[in-house]
C-alpha cells in the first residue's frame, strides 16, 4: 500500500483529506497532535514510531529526523541503487507528505510573545521533510496547503497525479519554506531597518516588516536606483495598492498619497499615455505603478520626465537598459497578487489601530440606477474607474473620469463641494462623456448642482443620505442619471 506522512498545525479541511487518502488505499502516519486528531475521526491512523523504530523525545523536538522517514520519502524510485539500499536498510517508500509549519508567525505576533515562546515554535522536522519531499516530487506529492487538500484527492481518483502538478506543489513548498525562513530572520532581528528619515529631515525613522510576501512594497526587489525613503514608500504602497486592483494594462502616477493620474488602455504604453494626461504636471516628481510588463515603448516615454519610482511585475531587457541609465530612479519589482484577506495597521498616540483592508467592489447586482435617465455602456465604463480610483483618494473624494483616465481629482477636503470644485479646476476635459464619482453621499444637492453647471451628466456614489432624493429629483429634472453602491469608501 501507498504510504501518506501527515503532520499539520492548520486543521483545516484534515478529516475529508485524510478520508480521501484511506479510501484510495494509503496507509497514514502521523505524528503528535496531528496523529491524535486522526484518530479523534476513527480512522486508523499508524505513529511514525512504527517507521522509525523510536518514540518521540526531547518533547517532540525529534521525532522524524530519521533515515526511515527521510530515505522513503527521498529515493529516487528509477536508481537501482536506491531502491536496493531501502530494501537492504527495510526502509519502505513514502508517497505522500502532507506537512504545514508550526505557527511561528502567529506565535510572534501576539503582543506578550516571549523569545523562547518564539523558540518553540521554529519547526525543523517540517521543514525537512517538505524540502526532501519537494526535491523528489518526480515521485512524491507534497501538500503544504490545505486548499490543495480537494484538487489531490481529486487527482489520485482520476488518475491524473502527474508529474506537472507535483512539480506545481513543489514550487509551493519552497515559497512557503522560505517565507517561513524569512519571518524568523525578521523576528529575530526584528524586521527593522534605519531609514536616513521620515517625512522630513528633521524626523528619525524606520522600517519594520510584519510580513515575507512578496506582494508588498517592504518585500519587492529593488532593481535599480537609490536607497527608498520614508515617503517613497508611503507612496510606492498607495500606487501599488490601487494598480493592483485592475485588469486590462492600467497606470497609476501617485503624489503625496493621492493618485493625480490613472489611465488604462490596451497596452501599457497607452495607459500611460492617457495617465500623464489625466495631470501632466502634478506627475513631475512622482511615483509611476504599472499591473503589467514595462516595454521598451513605455520606457522610453517615463524616461523623458522626473519621477522618483516606478513599479511593475517586471520589465522586458530594453525597458530595464533605458530606464538604468538614471542613477537615482529606483525601479520596484513587485508581485502584483491581492491578498484580500490582508489587514492595515495605522499608529495613534498608545497604540495603533487594525482593520480589513477596503477590498469592497463594485458589483453590477448591487448598483441601482435611481433617475429616469440611465447611464450608457460608456458611462458605465468610466463609473467603474472612478468609483476603484476614489478609493484610493483622500476624503472626501470626488474623482472625474472617462472610460480610459481620471480626468480630474479633488482629494482630501473638509467638504465635498470643494473637493468637486478642485476636480473642476484640474480637469483636462468636461462633458456628458465624463462621470463624477464620490466616495461619500451628498447630504445635500449642491455637489450635484455644481456638476450639472459643468456639463456632467453621470453620478455615481454611496447613497444612504436622508435627503438622497433631494439629489435624485435634481438629476432626473435635468437629464442626468445617478447610480448608488450601498457602499461607502471613506479614506481617512
Known sequence: MKKALISVSDK???????????????????????????????????????????????????????????????????????????????????????????????????????????????DIGGPAMLRAAAKNFKYVTTVVDPDDYGEVIQRIEEETMDVTYRHALMIKVFAHTNDYDQAIVNYFSRGEETLRYGENPHQSARLVRTTEKRNTILNADILHGKAMSYNNLRDADAALGLVKKFELPAAVAIKHMNPCGVGTGDCVSEAFENAYAADSQSIFGGIVAF??????????????????VIIAPSYDEAALNILTGKKNLRLLEVDMHEDMNAEEYVSVSGGYLVQSKDTGAL????????TEAKPSRSQMKAMALAWEVAKHVKSNAIVLANDRQTVGIGAGQMNRVGALKIAIERAIELGDHVVMA??????????????????????????????????????????????????????H
Open 12 to 122: 483545516r479541511g484534515l478529516e475529508p483529506f485524510v478520508r480521501g487518502l484511506v479510501r484510495n488505499g494509503y496507509d497514514i502516519y502521523s505524528t503528535g497532535g496531528t496523529l491524535k486528531t486522526i484518530e479523534s475521526f476513527g480512522i486508523k491512523v499508524n505513529g511514525v514510531y512504527e517507521l522509525t523504530g523510536f518514540d518521540e523525545i526531547m518533547d517532540g523536538r525529534v521525532k522524524t529526523l530519521h533515515p526511515n522517514i527521510h530515505g522513503g520519502i527521498l529515493a529516487d524510485r528509477n536508481n537501482d541503487t536506491h531502491m536496493s539500499e531501502l530494501a537492504g536498510n527495510h526502509i519502505e517508500t513514502i508517497d505522500l507528505v502532507a506537512v504545514n509549519l508550526y505557527p511561528f508567525k502567529e506565535t510572534v505576533r501576539q503582543t506578550d510573545v516571549t523569545e523562547a515562546d518564539a523558540v518553540e515554535n521554529i
Open 363 to 370: 458589483k453590477e447586482n448591487d448598483i441601482k440606477v435611481m
Open 438 to 491: 464620490s466616495d461619500g453621499f451628498f447630504p445635500m444637492p449642491d455637489t450635484v448642482e455644481l456638476a450639472h453647471a459643468h456639463g456632467i451628466k453621470s453620478i455615481i456614489q454611496p447613497g444612504g443620505s436622508k435627503r438622497d432624493q433631494e439629489s435624485i429629483d435634481f438629476c432626473d429634472a435635468h437629464g442626468m442619471a445617478m447610480v448608488v453602491t450601498g457602499m461607502r469608501h471613506f479614506k
Open 291 to 308: 499591473n503589467k510588463t514595462v516595454d521598451k515603448e513605455t520606457a522610453e516615454q517615463l524616461n523623458r520626465i522626473f519621477l522618483e
